[in-house]
């Protein structure tokens, strides 16, 4: 490698890392397959041993939607300790970057003009990497931009790459079709929706047109003009990401301000705007030392319906797990537990449910939060580790829970994490209703 | 004035050729197969079946002629465009291949009824003599790349190998070309995928790679051994 070095042409290395990532991946997948075939149980067994820990590690080398299916399902179900969780949601597509003569050509197509001609100076190289595409730096009129452009068949392959890891699944969570199809039909919708650029502006103006006066916010301008279903132009944003930030040693006056305007940013979406973005990845946010963050990438917007919001929150609220009736009326409509279940199983489950809503639940049962308790985050852990070697729960096999859970845990799950990873304080507002029956 | 004459002579004789060839490609899309005879052909072009010799000697004449001049038009667009000569030669390729699926993409029928020829044997592709005019322009350019590549040192060159990359890229050209035609995504979207991984991976085995390594550390290890 050392004599490339002389080559002009830095890119010439960049293309060869890139293909050999991509080489790396694919022989995971053969390994995967290889260990398969060989072994038909392989995973049925290995999981059911208690440290699993090679399919974790293989999982973790699956991309695309495959991926953030299993990632998705083994959150909500608790089957992964949230260490190895945790790993997944860092987890992102990566497929090698486009070549610029494929940019060229999918500006002429969708835009009818090469890069060239419609800004001032374009880089050839992508800058960073999204999740389904890559961002190039541009400049027009003197302000800078990003443009982002999407890798080419990313669409038609949600469909088939779930399709790919369906039975994958059944085996892996012992889980029954029927329930993995409603899972899946929620991922699916939510991939597909990523995928469409022109729905992704239009949320992303309303979005951040709604939430421009909550503090030390900032938001991109979006140039529609500029954009199409497999490209969007904005204001290129200057911050840090996260671990580059924690690494400059901001104050804690700083971080709490940061903190703030994420917890603020998310009360404000889920209860007054009732959408949501759901996907609170730390590539996501950009953070700048004098406390302001910088929100970019509305890939993944869920509207939350009012009637799950309703039962969804009455949880949250302390009184509610007093009251047994209720708690019971409300894990039925919400699907927690079934009629299917036998007492004991129905017993048991309540008892893990109310524990992990008492657990979640407490930032909103004190009028500030330090999520820099990593005590608080350890019981998390625990509980979790402890559930997904529960006996009866690994071998449930009915999907627990309404799909539209699964985006509003992702998404508190990951609220909560980036507030660790800033060890920020917050006051934690929330709506009236559930502030004042507390007391 | 002689002059006049002979540029009148020649946009004449453009105009002609123009004419067959669309007659051509009129005719084999409409019927499905090439005319029964060049005699029959011509009549119905109303014109004296000695004309048609003074352009092409045969029907499959014209059909490596057409596809010679997707040839020339993908160079002549690629070249015109000013980002070009800042591209890396793996870059170069691309760009061919796009610009290249963009032109077979408005005679994509006549593509289609003209391709279908090509058979796969195993690893070798038959029936491509339609394709020889195309494939003396298409090496040229490969060799002029593959030439440009080994300057910059992008492709390393092989003893024995390194004579056979233009065979191997004209091997890739038949593998997009087959490809497009069986690509049924919407606006050709696998193709360009197919494109990608493609030149990647054969950039990927012409530079120095683990292969390079392996083989060096074999010969170290034999020559240490005598």
């Known amino acids: 490698m050392k004599e490339q070095s002389r080559i002009p042409t830095s890119k010439v290395q960049r293309a060869s890392r890139f293909v050999r990532t991509g080489a790396k991946v694919g022989g995971n997948y053969v390994k995967y397959y290889a260990k398969r075939a060989v072994n038909p149980n392989h995973n049925r067994e290995s999981l059911h041993m208690e440290n699993a820990e090679d399919i974790y590690e293989g999982l973790s080398e699956l991309k695309g939607s495959a991926l953030k299916v299993l990632q998705m399902m083994s959150m909500d179900k608790n089957l992964l300790p949230t260490a190895y969780s945790e790993r997944f949601t860092m987890a992102q597509y990566s497929a090698p970057p486009l070549s610029y003569p494929l940019v060229v050509k999918t500006f002429q197509k969708l835009l009818g003009k090469s890069p060239e001609k419609l800004y001032d100076t374009f880089s050839k190289n992508a800058k960073n990497a999204a999740s389904i595409g890559q961002v190039h730096q541009a400049t027009l009129d003197g302000k800078k931009l990003a443009v982002k452009i999407q890798y080419p068949g990313v669409a038609d392959s949600v469909t088939s790459d779930l399709r790919i890891v369906k039975p994958f699944a059944i085996r892996l969570f012992n889980i029954n079709e029927r329930d993995l199809d409603h899972y899946m039909e929620e991922v699916e919708s939510k991939l597909i929706e990523e995928t469409d650029y022109n729905l992704e502006l239009e949320r992303s103006v309303d979005i951040s047109e709604q939430c421009g006066h909550i503090e030390n916010l900032f938001f991109p301008k979006y140039y529609p003009e500029l954009s199409c279903e497999k490209i969007i132009t904005m204001d290129w944003l200057d911050g840090l990401h996260m671990k580059e930030f924690m690494a400059t040693n901001p104050s804690q006056e700083v971080r709490d301000m940061i903190g703030q305007a994420l917890w603020d940013f998310y009360d404000f979406q889920i209860h007054q705007l009732q959408q949501v973005h759901a996907d609170p990845h730390p590539g996501n946010f950009l953070m700048r030392e004098d406390g302001q963050l910088g929100i970019i990438d509305f890939g993944c917007v869920k509207v939350i319906p009012e009637d799950f919001y309703q039962k969804y929150f009455r949880l949250i609220r302390k009184d509610t797990l007093i009251n047994d009736d209720e708690l019971d009326r409300i894990f039925y409509e919400l699907q927690f537990i079934n009629d299917s279940d036998s007492e004991k199983d129905k017993k048991l489950f309540k008892g893990i449910f109310i524990e992990m809503i008492e657990l979640l639940g407490k930032p909103f049962h004190h009028d500030d939060f330090d999520f820099a308790d990593d005590s608080y985050f350890k019981q998390i852990f625990e509980l979790s580790e402890r559930v997904s070697k529960t006996k009866e729960v690994r071998e449930s096999r009915t999907a627990r829970g309404p799909r539209d859970a699964l985006h509003i845990n992702r998404t508190y799950f990951g609220l909560y994490n980036l507030l660790n990873a800033l060890q920020a304080k917050v006051v934690t507002r929330k709506p009236e209703w559930l502030r004042l029956e507390q007391a | ?226």
């Open chain 2, 1 to 226: 004035m002689e002059n006049t004459a002979s540029k009148k002579n020649t946009k004449a004789k453009a105009d002609k050729t123009v004419k067959i060839k669309e007659a051509y490609i009129d005719y084999v899309l409409e019927h499905g197969k090439e005319p029964a005879s060049v005699y029959k052909f011509m009549k119905m072009l109303k014109m004296k079946e000695g004309i048609f010799y003074d352009y092409y000697n045969s029907f499959s004449a014209i059909e490596k002629d057409i596809w010679f001049e997707f040839f020339e038009e993908t160079i002549s667009r690629i070249t015109s465009e000013s980002v070009y000569n800042e591209y890396t030669v793996r870059e170069k390729l691309l760009a061919f291949y796009y610009t290249w699926i963009e032109i077979l993409k408005d005679n994509r029928s006549f593509v289609t009824y003209s391709a279908h020829k090509i058979e796969k044997r195993g690893l070798a592709y038959k029936n491509t003599s339609f394709l020889s005019k195309f494939k003396t322009g298409f090496l040229d350019f490969a060799n002029n790349l593959l030439a440009e590549g080994k300057e910059t040192e992008e492709i390393v060159d092989r003893p024995l190998l390194g004579s056979r990359y233009d065979d191997g890229l004209w091997r890739q050209l038949l593998f997009v070309l087959k490809f497009w035609i069986n690509d049924d995504s919407k606006g050709f979207e696998r193709t360009d995928e197919a494109i990608e991984k493609a030149v990647n991976l054969s950039f990927d085995l012409m530079s120095r790679s683990a292969l390079d390594a392996a083989f060096d550390f074999a010969k170290f290890l034999y020559q240490k051994r005598k």
